[in-house]
């Protein structure tokens, strides 16, 4: 999460001092609009930066030309999406493993500007009147709006495809649409959407951004079930070409109702776009240099530190940049799965936290690019600092008592070692919380060298020691054993050196390599020990930490409640979020939430940097500037034929 901060609007006449060109200049500061009165945009607190006439956002070209390739493998994902392959283009549910990009195929009631924390524009909805209570959102649609196959869209498809959604979607969505009470039609060109009393600050947002499906299309189909069936969309592109599992390419519709809307004007600009799938990072790594994709973003520093110095970076073919991140960098980390019995106790989890050494992986696996994770609102004014100011108090002082009483001072903060990989001081310090807790560490034989009968006669002779090992047990006297769980091998080298400092606390630790499938699959159903997540929250967090941190999400099959998070306070701050009535309101809540967060312990901190490390080969172009709050690629960028055939000269 990041915090909300001002957006700077200049007049056409400081624009051009600055010497910025004159399609970038905003057009004006949206007004408060009454209640019930037709506006053009939403946001959670009623803000919005454009006006109604507005052509277009600051951050794109709206001369870009339309053209040419964009590929990449892809960085992000949505619901059951994967990154190392795919099986589905169903991105909506539960079952599969979706291709990327898919949501690049459907249009939805409204669309994000990308320089605004939360804003959003009319996209297959032209307008909206939303009542005095905030309860019932009326949305009238452009009559232009189709589907792919040119059947017109109406009011009774968004309304299908909310109720499909809330009924059969993936968890993460029917969670989000708890308070959303439904929709209805009166007409073709109108949407009646009803929210429930004190219902979460975003889900409106949330609902505008759903995709729209055809009614009639999936009379006919089943919505709910995994398939490679091309699905019929409304959106900029459609499905071209697809190998399961090693390819999708995705193809302009050039003839979009869409294209032309301010929303959409300067972007999507290239015809094909294409999501390729490697097992492995370094093949995929070759695959770049080889000109098998275009633009890589690099999550490996191993790789960007080493390896970037192949003959078509020198000659220029290849562009490097760092591009700068904005954006609250989330939270990364180790989650420990407290639905274990053997992971109840913050003690032996903080102990684990204790045992990872991040001096010594920053130095030396990943070249001191990173910065050291401490909060799930990392790099934000939503993260917790010093002891709580009179605002959080007020929200915590019911807890007292029935949470740790860290959390009413210094918000915890992962300890810094000494570098060496084994720091003794944080290892005797593990020691000490484990003996707190009742544990207990021995040496015992160890049975992967259990004595044969020769070893046998050379002990009794004294010629052959016993081999042991420490062995830790819980107060019931059963070891504590943990297995890392990872789908791919470029983060073996950081488990290895923890797993060592673990088993020197008695802690029989492995690491489990499993297929993409596998690991989607296990994650959902939370069988594991610990697992690895990323994530970060918008810059107006609301109802989506539920599906993160609530009671119902840890029981809730395919959230993303990875460590089992249960806790009433945890909830009831969660709630106060979401009631925020301000964004200072907002702000306090996050800071008094993250206490409560890091004071459980619930997971081993990772790190972040707030960056993007991005290679391209050298055919395309973008704005100067690039939208705060998104990355921005692919969406407006374009493609250059100059540069292009200056590249094919090169050979």
């Not at 507005?54 to 070209?61: K, L, T, W």
């Not at 797993?499 to 489990?512: C, D, F, P, S």
Request: with cysteine.
């Amino acid at each position: 999460m990041i915090s909300r901060r001002l957006v700077l609007v200049l007049t056409a006449g400081a624009a051009a001092a600055l010497g910025m060109p004159r399609w970038r200049i905003a057009s004006a500061v949206a007004q408060p609009v009454a209640a019930d009165a037709e506006r053009h945009g939403i946001s959670a607190f009623g803000d919005l930066k454009y006006p109604a006439d507005f052509r277009h956002f600051d951050y794109v070209n709206p001369n870009a030309p339309k053209g040419g390739i964009f590929s990449q493998i892809g960085p992000n994902r949505q619901y059951n999406q994967g990154f190392l392959t795919f099986n589905s283009l169903n991105s909506y549910i539960l079952k599969g493993d979706a291709a990327q990009g898919i949501e690049l195929t459907f249009a939805s009631l409204m669309t994000r500007a990308g320089d605004e924390p939360d804003g959003m524009y009319g996209l297959a909805a032209r307008t909206v009147r939303i009542s005095a209570d905030g309860l019932t959102y009326r949305f009238m649609l452009r009559p232009q709006a189709r589907f792919h196959d040119g059947s017109k869209i109406t009011a009774h498809d968004v309304v299908f495809s909310l109720a499909t959604l809330k009924e059969k979607g993936h968890p993460i969505i029917t969670q989000l649409l708890r308070d959303f009470a439904g929709a209805e039609a009166p007409d073709d060109a109108t949407v009646i959407c009803r929210f429930a009393e004190k219902r979460a600050r975003d889900v409106p947002l949330f609902v505008a951004g759903l995709p729209i499906f055809s009614k009639a299309y999936y009379s006919s189909k089943p919505f709910d079930q995994s398939t490679l069936d091309v699905p019929l969309g409304c959106g900029p592109y459609k499905v071209a070409r697809f190998e399961a599992g090693r390819y999708i390419e995705y193809e302009r519709v050039k003839d979009w109702w869409g294209g032309d809307l301010p929303v959409s004007r300067g972007q999507y600009n290239f015809d094909n776009v294409r999501f390729e799938y490697f097992r492995d990072r370094d093949v995929a790594f070759e695959g770049f240099t080889a000109k098998a994709y275009l633009f890589r973003e690099e999550f490996t520093s191993r790789i960007w530190a080493t390896r970037y110095d192949f003959p078509a970076l020198r000659d220029g073919k290849v562009k490097r940049d760092v591009m700068p991140d904005d954006t609250p960098s989330g939270a990364q980390g180790w989650f420990i799965n407290t639905r274990r019995p053997q992971f109840k106790d913050a003690r032996l989890r903080e102990a684990l936290i204790c045992a990872f050494d991040f001096e010594w992986t920053n130095k030396s696996i990943m070249y001191d690019s990173y910065k050291r994770t401490q909060s799930v609102f990392q790099n934000s004014d939503m993260m917790a600092a010093g002891p709580p100011g009179a605002d959080e108090l007020a929200l915590l002082e019911p807890f007292r008592g029935k949470v740790p009483a860290e959390v009413f001072a210094e918000p915890y903060v992962p300890p810094v070692s000494d570098g060496s990989g084994a720091d003794r001081t944080l290892l005797r310090k593990a020691v000490q919380l484990l003996r707190a807790g009742g544990y207990t560490v021995r040496d015992e034989v160890d049975p992967a060298h259990a004595p044969g009968t020769f070893d046998r006669i050379l002990m009794t002779l004294g010629l052959k020691a016993e081999i042991t090992k420490k062995v830790l047990r819980d107060v019931a006297g059963t070891p504590v054993t943990i297995e890392f769980l990872i789908d791919e091998p470029s983060f073996q080298p950081h488990h290895m050196p923890f797993i060592k400092n673990l088993a020197t606390l008695g802690i029989e630790a492995t690491l489990r390599i499993i297929d993409a499938s596998q690991m989607q699959k296990r994650r959902d159903n939370f069988d594991f020990d610990v697992a690895i997540q990323r994530f970060g929250f918008s810059a107006t967090p609301g109802d989506s930490l539920r599906s993160y941190f609530s009671s119902e999400a840890a029981a809730l099959s395919g959230s993303q409640n990875l460590a089992g998070i249960a806790d009433p306070a945890i909830d009831a701050m969660i709630e106060r979020i979401i009631a925020a009535e301000s964004r200072p309101a907002l702000t306090t809540a996050c800071r008094a939430l993250d206490r409560l967060i890091r004071a459980g312990r619930y997971w081993i901190p990772h790190w972040y940097k707030a960056s993007h490390w991005v290679a391209y080969w050298d055919v395309f172009d973008r704005p100067p500037q690039k939208p705060r709050y998104v990355r921005g690629v692919l969406e407006t960028w374009w493609y250059d034929r100059e540069k292009a055939a200056k590249l094919d000269q090169k050979g």
